[in-house]
Every structure is written in C-alpha cells, then in structure tokens.
C-alpha cells in the first residue's frame, strides 16, 4: 500500500511514507514494509500527500499473517461448503425419486455386469463405489430425507465458518474449533476402520486448524487469551511499528 503516489509535492513530515531524491521517489509500503521506486506524477491530482489520521492502516505483521491463515481456513470451508450442499441436494432428490433411482441403478449394475463378467446380476456384497450407492439406494425415503437435511445443515454450518473466517472475526474463530474439533474423533475412527490417503490428509489439515487456532489465536484464554491477541495486532498496525520498520540507513536520509 503506498501513500502520495499522486501528490504533487512531498514534505518533510510525508519521509516516513515518501521520500523525493535527485527527482526520484522513494514509497514506504505500509503493508510489506518495502521501498518501491516511482517517478513524480505528470498530472498530480492532489497537493500533497494525506496526514497521518486521514490514513487507514492495512493489516500488516500478525495482523496480516492471521488475515492469510484464516482466509486459507474460509477456503477449505467453502470448499465443504460446496460439496456438502451439492451432495445433501442429491440426497433429497434421490429421497423423492427412490423407487425409480433403485430401478435404474439395478439396471445399469446388470447392463455392467453382464458386458464385464458376462453373468447375471450378482446378490453377493457390492465393494467400492457400487457398493456405497448400493449402500445409499437400499435406505429408505424417510431416512435419505434425514441425511439429505443433516448435509444441508452441516454445509450451512461451514458456510458460516468460511464467512466469518474471511472477515477475521473472533466468534468465527471458535465455531470452527468446536465444530472441527468434535469432528476429529470421527475422522481417527474413520481411519482406523478404513485408511485411505484422503482421510489421512484431511485429519491431519482439521488437526493443524485446531492446533492454530488454539494456541495461536489463544482461545478460551490460552496464552493471554483475546486480549493479548488484540494488542499484538495492535502493536504491529501503527505508526509506531511503521517507524520502527525502516532501516537506520533510510531513516538518516
């Protein structure tokens, strides 16, 4: 983020933020702390650069990194939230068209069977992807109503947390711990009664996001808690930590 870059003039009072030397300037970015090179303005549209209490400080430091980490966390959620919603949607459409979907599946199952093998339709255990849909079609319309709802719901539930993970705010911060948290005991069963590299990898991304969540941004109280949370970022979005931020050998220019 740089400051004046349309300013016709630059004061003394503007060297924490621009610098004019030998007709070149010289912009502090407030986010990254970088010099970035930029000539004058041909057609300034301002007089001179804004003061300091005109000017909104980006996130930057801890605050910045928290802002990264969370908004990673708000994409993972919206991905749940997608394919949750997408699978809960079938589920209801399924649930009102059972009889018909079952009839259609067993068709197609026989139509394979007969191409592949070349015998009749098999009434032994289906494994893999058939036999989950076999698992799927074989619950009844009431009870497919009732795990199309709970998707829903849960996909609600992530929405939610994607939503307020990207805006950065704390109530967001500990739905997502509660919710992710009573989830991985389910996810260690999971794995142990069936291991496969997906569920490895997302218990082992929900179990990061936990561990993240409670000791870097201190919930219930942890390591300070909120406050000393707050203050960290504080500490790094001011003019104080801006000013602290430039060399000693730009400072003396």
């Known amino acids: 983020m740089l400051i004046g870059i349309d300013a016709a003039e630059v004061r003394p009072q503007d060297a924490v933020l621009v610098r004019e030397l030998d007709g070149i300037r010289w912009h502090h970015c407030l986010r990254c702390d970088c010099w970035i090179v930029r000539p004058p303005p041909v057609a300034p549209s301002s007089e001179r650069p804004p003061d300091r209490d005109q000017i909104e400080i980006p996130p930057r430091g801890q605050a910045l990194r928290d802002k990264i980490v969370l908004r990673l966390i708000a994409v993972d959620r919206i991905l749940h939230f997608l394919i949750l919603g997408t699978l809960g949607i079938a589920v209801l459409v399924l649930a009102a068209h059972e009889k018909a979907a079952r009839g259609e599946f067993e068709r197609v199952l026989a139509a394979l069977q007969a191409g592949v093998a070349g015998g009749p339709v098999q009434t032994t255990e289906h494994v893999g992807i058939i036999g989950e849909l076999d698992k799927l079609l074989s619950l009844r319309a009431h009870t497919l109503r009732t795990v199309g709802v709970a ?75 909120g406050a000393v949370d707050e203050a960290r970022r504080a500490a790094d979005t001011s003019w104080e930590a801006i000013e602290r931020a430039i060399p000693s050998s730009v400072a003396r220019v």
């Not at 260690?188 to 936990?210: D, H, P, T």
């Not at 969540?213 to 808690?225: D, H, I, M, Y």
């Open 151 to 225: 998707l829903i719901l849960y996909a609600a539930l992530e929405g939610v947390e994607a939503v307020g993970l990207w805006l950065t705010k704390r109530w967001a911060e500990y739905l997502t711990f509660v919710a992710t948290t009573i989830l991985l005991p389910l996810e260690v069963y999971e794995i142990v009664n069936r291991v496969s590299v997906l569920k490895v990898i997302g218990f082992l991304v929900n179990l990061a996001i936990v561990i993240y969540l409670l000791f870097a941004k201190r919930l219930f109280g942890l390591r300070g808690g």
